[in-house]
């Protein structure tokens, strides 16, 4: 049998790991256990430790993102394959790369024809993001950055307009119609990895296409490399101890004087995301933002005192080190004298040129066979 794998690329905050979160759960309710890969420059990372609590065999390949790190994916992938009974893993490479039809989906078709099948690229996007690209506008970022925005719409099998439940009926088929427009070749979907509305209709079509990376983008690498260049990037670790707080309102503080503090310095944000879990019991909460105060949200619940584990990405356009010492003045401040922290670990670093272990020119050939997948779509589905 062979491995199914899909992609799920996309911009900084576009909802990767909430859709990744989402099929797994589901799924595991069903009995079935899917493999997930996240990936990062760096160890510490809010969507590992999310994904765990899916109960899926997740695989972290950090330190370098998968196309600069091919051997790092294909040694995730492996893993998950020897864990046995696993159909179908789902990718969530680092939201700033782009190319990845050239550098990831090409490769993969090449090298591992006998033992994986790879579903169309998507790509995620922001309906609030795609409005301002589409507008020719670049969503609040660094010109480069939305240049690596545009090029991930561009290089796509499918675009995947999400977060859809937060757009009136009329909204969606105006913004559907307009990406249809501006990306001819691509198939584009409407969906929320939230609510789980219109999932099943991607899931349909990317468990059973096995036509994946059908262009190969013309990019500017310089351009590509300061995009992600001028982003700060932080992962931060460590232990809270409290005999009082209430961690709810903890991370509702950080987050919010976060974001007063990057909005002062005119800093965009791609994404601040904050786990805190209690390790010995279920309880945990993440807390998202992915732009001004206004996207900041949280779920789960973690109300009870006592010691919890932090684990603190932020992904803003900032020099690291000022972005490090500011977040680590406002969480010292937050804390006051009611509790106390202990750092594990904390990596500040803005991202290095891309430097792909492939980059194929042409399209490979696709696999006709059928593929792990079917027996998932024949169970009706997720949602
Ligand atoms: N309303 C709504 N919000 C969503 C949806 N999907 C994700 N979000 C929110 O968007 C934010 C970012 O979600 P993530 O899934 O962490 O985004 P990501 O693409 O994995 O981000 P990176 O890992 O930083 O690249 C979170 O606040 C989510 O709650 C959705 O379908 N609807
Ligand atoms: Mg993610």
């Known amino acids: 049998m062979k ?12 909802g990767k790991t909430t859709l990744l979160y989402k099929i797994a759960h589901e799924y595991a309710l069903q009995g079935i256990k899917v493999g997930l890969i996240t990936n990062d420059q760096a160890a510490g990372l809010v969507d590992t430790a999310y994904l765990e609590r899916t109960g899926s065999v997740v695989s972290e390949v950090n330190g370098s993102c998968f196309c600069c790190n091919f051997k790092g994916l294909t040694d995730a992938i492996g893993y998950i394959q020897s864990q046995g009974q696993i159909e179908i893993i789902i990718a969530e490479p680092v939201g700033s790369c782009t190319d990845l039809s050239a550098t990831l989906i090409q490769p993969l078709k090449d090298h591992f024809r006998d033992s994986i099948i790879v579903s169309p690229l998507s790509v995620l996007i922001d309906p609030k993001r795609l409005e301002s690209i589409l507008g020719g506008g670049t969503s609040g970022l660094h010109s480069s950055a939305a240049y690596i925005v ?18 009136s009926e009329g909204e969606a088929s105006s913004l559907k119609k307009q990406a249809e427009l501006e990306w001819p070749d691509a198939s584009v979907f409407l969906l929320s990895g939230k609510s789980g509305l219109g999932l099943d209709d991607w899931l349909s079509r990317v468990l059973v296409d096995n036509y994946a990376g059908g262009r190969i983008l013309e990019i500017d690498y310089d351009v590509y490399a300061e995009g992600e260049a001028v982003l700060g990037w932080l992962n931060r670790t460590s232990v809270l101890g409290s005999e009082k707080a209430d961690w709810n309102d903890f991370a509702d503080r950080l987050l919010h004087s976060l974001a007063g503090k990057f909005d002062k310095e005119k800093a965009a944000v791609g994404h601040v995301k904050l786990f805190l879990e209690k390790e010995d019991e279920n309880d945990y909460l993440i807390g998202n933002m992915t732009g001004g105060e206004d996207t900041i949200s949280r ?25 490090e010492g500011l977040v680590n003045e406002e969480i010292s401040r ?29 399209v490979m050939m696709s696999p006709t066979s059928s593929s792990g997948g079917d ?9």
């Open 299 to 323: 779920r789960g619940s973690l109300k009870n005192a006592g010691t919890v584990k932090m684990t603190l990405n932020a992904r803003v356009q900032m020099d690291p080190d000022k972005l």
């Open 3 to 14: 491995t199914r794998i899909i992609m799920v690329g996309g911009f900084l905050g576009a």
């Open 375 to 383: 027996i998932l779509v024949n169970k009706g589905g997720v949602s």
């Open 150 to 167: 545009r090029k991930q719409l561009e290089e796509a099998d499918i675009i995947v307009i999400n977060k859809a439940d937060l757009l």
């Open 334 to 362: 937050i804390c006051g004298d009611d509790i106390l922290e202990l750092l594990q670990e904390s990596r500040c670093l803005s991202p290095g040129r891309p430097n792909p272990t492939y980059r194929y020119n042409e």
